[in-house]
């Protein structure tokens, strides 16, 4: 409840001053610009100025005389030796409300305060003058932070996972961001590698951008947890399979959801695929141990598909266009479904245990299949089995708090729940309960590990540390972690607020509370196999070999700056400028250099330019075809580069296919465009000569 003062340098006989006063923890502390002024801003809603005391003054709190303004040195010292006092006490008078975070911008003299209730205000000091006042979370405020001139306000909110970034003087939004409020479950690519889609056990299915990797679209006609998510492979259409027993289908195209496809009995859906043609789309059930074909066109269940004696756990269809099904239940089999044909006989596969997870090869002619036991067994078309990879020692790893064993012998998490071919076929991705993701080698029956991956060093997250420590133990052989859980340590978080049977509340303190794990609940592959995704406890996280980081200089030196750019270009070295402007890879500066360049020197450039800087200028090119009016410009870069350099980038077309994606794109939408405009032209002077010739016919019959 008290504020300290400090010097950064050594200063003969100085003391730290001690700020006392608030009934409260005290928040933050703020110097004035001008260093006369002190602000205190405690937890319980008050807000103290503190200004320096005469010399002859007693120690009460009625206008101290401030410091006048001198050098910056000086200043320095008179500060450390002022004896401050309090000048005014101010309060929010907000009821039943505490200040969560608070930031000062000095410059304009505002002090921003976040409040426990989602609201936020701006006071300008050291008036008090409130000047603004808004809700904007439906959770309490747990950071802030002001840009560097003042006008923009960033917020958090912890619990929600919710970014706020507020344009304060026209009252407008900047960026609104929101993850899932739960954990997040699963998660699939869109087949151009552009969009992933994520579903949470709070209801809710994000489409996010692989590139940038903000949420750019929120469905919230869930009820229930979301189990699967999956993109059709033609064709802007997402599928989501519930807990709440529906299956639902969304166009990303006018983003609604345009079908819901229900079964005649209520039940709840585990797993989801998609016919690769998008017609039929399948769904398992944990409840009947059931597989339900729905038509996506008319809406209407084809086929109920019965066999299993567990659980269905996992759906895949073959890749190969065959009309093969393949479930996977907790009754250790494995059965193939003909769906169109019309005999139902099924032979499963026997496994050694539960199945978890399965997978097709990119080609149709593999399956993998996760087990309970920690193993990925192999299978081709004929059900023979080819492989069998060993991972329960290498998915285990991370011990609990409340373990009494070690990370080694601990039974809990050792196996895989999620499995992902590569775009290639050449490997296979595993995620499981645990904080490894791991690589295998799946090449001509090989088994090998390729790396593991570790999704988090959160030492806050359960299953992160290799052993606990003993320190931590007390007499009764509980961990401390366990009992000093810091988010049950405000009142208002231990407030039951929630009604009878809801899972949002944070229910009383008689509720055990459990710390979060690390763990991956679904991986999969993007297809240009550039990257993967997994849906961790932290979220998604997105494994990229292509850089996309905004300042990534490449072969950086001391005398490449912006300024030696410029003088390169004035020069009309224009080669030099755009290899020079590249390496500092700074947007700005690469396209001021590439509009200076003549379209009369563009084939010279392009055959001298070294190759490693090809798909870096293709790329851009790409970018700019959407947004710049250049069209002719960007156009003559396309087609010279690919006729230069064509046999280079097609060697290494797997490399670059995300290159060639965007390039595609951007040529496929200035195409539209351009004929569009185009049709309508034709159509206006269609009409302008029809109507010279009405004329024209009009006044030789006057004439004659």
């Known amino acids: 409840m008290t504020a ?6 050594p200063l003969s006989g100085f003391r730290p001053k001690t700020f006392a006063g608030h009934r409260d923890a005290v928040v933050a502390a703020y110097f004035s610009s001008d ?109 802030v932070a002001i840009n560097s001139s003042g006008e923009w306000l960033a917020f958090g909110a912890r619990r929600l996972g919710q970014l706020l970034v507020w344009e304060w003087q026209s009252e407008s939004y900047v960026l609104k961001q929101q993850g899932h409020y739960f954990d997040m479950n699963t998660l699939d690519y869109a087949p151009d590698g552009q969009t992933i889609a994520t579903g949470g056990d709070d209801g809710k299915v994000k489409l996010w951008s692989a590139y940038s990797g ?38 990303l195209i006018r983003y609604r959801n345009f ?71 907790w009754d250790k089999t494995v059965r193939l479904w003909s769906v169109f044909g019309r005999s139902r006989a099924v032979e499963p596969f026997t496994l050694g245990s539960d199945a978890l997870a399965i997978a097709f090869r990119p080609d149709g002619q593999e399956l993998a299949v996760s087990t309970l036991n920690g193993q990925i067994t192999f299978f081709d078309q004929d059900g023979k089995q080819t492989n069998v990879i060993e991972g329960r ?3 285990s790893g991370g011990r609990k708090a409340d373990d009494r064993v070690s990370a080694a012998n601990s039974s809990s998490g050792k196996s895989y729940n999620s499995l992902a071919y590569t775009a290639d076929g050449k490997c296979v991705l595993a995620g499981g309960n645990s904080k490894y993701v791991v690589l295998y080698d799946v090449r001509e029956g090989e088994g090998i590990m390729l790396k593991k991956f570790q999704i988090s060093q959160n030492l806050s997250l359960d299953g992160t540390e290799e052993f606990l420590d003993s320190r931590k133990v007390n007499d009764a052989g509980i961990n401390t972690d366990l009992i000093n ?60 070999l292509d850089e996309t980081v905004t300042f990534d200089p490449f072969d950086l030196s001391l005398d490449l700056t912006p300024q030696s750019i410029l003088e390169v270009l004035t020069a009309r070295e224009y080669l030099k400028a755009l290899v020079m402007a590249f390496r500092l890879n700074e947007k700005p500066m690469i396209q001021r250099v590439y509009e200076s360049i003549p379209p009369s020197d563009i084939r010279l450039i392009a055959r001298q330019l070294p190759v490693t800087y090809v798909p870096l200028l293709l790329r851009f090119v790409a970018e700019n075809l959407e947004k710049s009016p250049h069209l002719e410009f960007h156009l003559t870069w396309s087609n010279t580069l690919l006729l230069v350099h064509g046999r280079y980038l097609k060697e290494r077309s797997g490399e670059y ?46 004439m004659s």
């Open 35 to 143: 260093g006369t002024s002190i602000y205190t801003v405690s937890k319980d809603g008050a807000v103290f100025t503190w200004r320096a005391k005469d010399s002859d003054e007693s120690d009460s709190d009625e206008d101290p005389s401030p410091i006048p303004s001198t050098s910056q040195n000086d200043l320095y010292h008179r500060i450390a030796n002022t004896r401050w006092g309090v000048y005014k006490r101010h309060y929010f008078n907000q009821n039943n409300t505490k200040i969560v975070c608070t930031t000062f911008h000095a410059l304009s003299n505002l002090l921003i305060v976040g409040f426990s209730t989602g609201i936020f205000g701006l006071w300008e000091m050291p008036s008090f003058t409130n000047i603004h006042t808004l809700s904007i979370s439906q959770e309490k405020i747990s950071s």
């Open 393 to 395: 020692k290498d998915v």
């Open 214 to 251: 903000f949420c750019f679209v929120t469905f919230t006609e869930h009820t229930a947890p979301i189990s699967t998510v999956s993109f059709a492979k033609q064709g802007n259409i997402l599928f989501t399979a519930s807990l709440d027993g529906t299956v639902r289908a969304y166009d």
């Open 4 to 9: 300290r003062l400090f010097t950064l340098n």
């Open 657 to 702: 296919a995300s290159v060639f994606r965007v390039l595609q794109k951007g040529l496929s939408d200035s195409e539209q465009s351009i004929s569009k405009i185009c049709d309508e032209n034709s159509s206006t002077l269609s009409y302008l000569i029809d109507q010279a010739k009405i004329t024209q016919k009009a006044a030789s019959q006057e």
């Open 485 to 544: 859980d810091d988010e049950g340590s405000d009142l208002e978080d231990r407030l039951d607020t929630s009604l009878p049977g809801a899972r949002k509340g944070a229910g009383d303190m008689s509720v055990r509370r459990y710390r979060q794990e690390a763990r991956t609940k679904s991986v999969r592959f993007s297809p240009t196999g550039r990257a993967w995704a997994a849906a961790s406890t932290e979220g998604l996280l997105i494994y990229s």
């Open 259 to 329: 079908r819901t496809f229900t079964s005649p009995t209520p039940v709840q859906f585990s797993c989801l695929a998609v016919d690769p043609s998008g017609e039929v789309v399948a769904a398992g059930s944990t409840d009947s141990y059931e597989v339900f074909l729905w038509s996506v066109q008319t809406g209407k269940l084809l086929d109920i598909l019965a066999g299993h004696e567990g659980p269905v756990s996992a759906l895949a269809f073959s890749p190969a266009g065959d009309n093969q099904l393949a479930s996977a239940s």
